[in-house]
């Protein structure tokens, strides 16, 4: 018997956690702290007879607050996606998943959720990153 809904669901996945990679890849070289530090620079060197008008200021502290809750957002959507992954994962122990391509197929004895996804463990030793296109009987 072949289930498509987890496929599907775990090409969702797979898609949400790209995103949230590339968004945390951004977060993590753009943080609130090197915003601060560019931001105390641009003050230590500014013009003192045209001193930073007090809109762009209010608009900058403004664009910090943002940096900040996207950092924030970021962290709660890594959690979210392992607890998803987990979730997932435990419904696949004791069933039998077969690849895309119909090369690898057993009985799975744990899964491992890892950087790029969840990662099967067979009975037999072998592993398989369960993405879009496995087959679960």
Same mark, same amino acid.
């Given at each position: 018997? %072949?289930?498509?809904?987890? *496929? ?25 702290? +090197? ?13 003192? +007879? ?43 122990? #004791?069933?039998?998943? %077969?690849?895309?391509?119909? %090369?690898?197929?057993?009985?799975? %004895? ?6 790029? #996804?969840?990662? *099967? ?17």
């Amino acid at each position: 018997m %072949t289930v498509t809904s987890t *496929a599907a669901t775990s090409a969702a996945t797979t898609t949400a956690t790209t995103a949230a990679k590339a968004a945390s890849t951004v977060a993590a070289k753009l943080n609130a702290e +090197t915003f601060l530090t560019l931001f105390m620079e641009q003050l230590k060197n500014q013009d003192p +007879t045209k001193p930073m008008d007090s809109t762009e200021y209010v608009s900058q502290l403004a664009t910090l607050s943002q940096v900040e809750q996207a950092t924030q957002t970021n962290k709660k959507l890594d959690s979210l996606l392992s607890s998803s992954f987990l979730d997932q994962a435990e419904a696949l122990v #004791g069933r039998t998943i %077969t690849s895309a391509d119909g %090369t690898v197929s057993g009985v799975v %004895t744990s899964v491992k959720v890892t950087s790029d #996804g969840a990662v *099967a463990t067979l009975k037999d030793g072998s592993s398989l990153l369960l993405q879009s296109g496995i087959s679960v009987s």
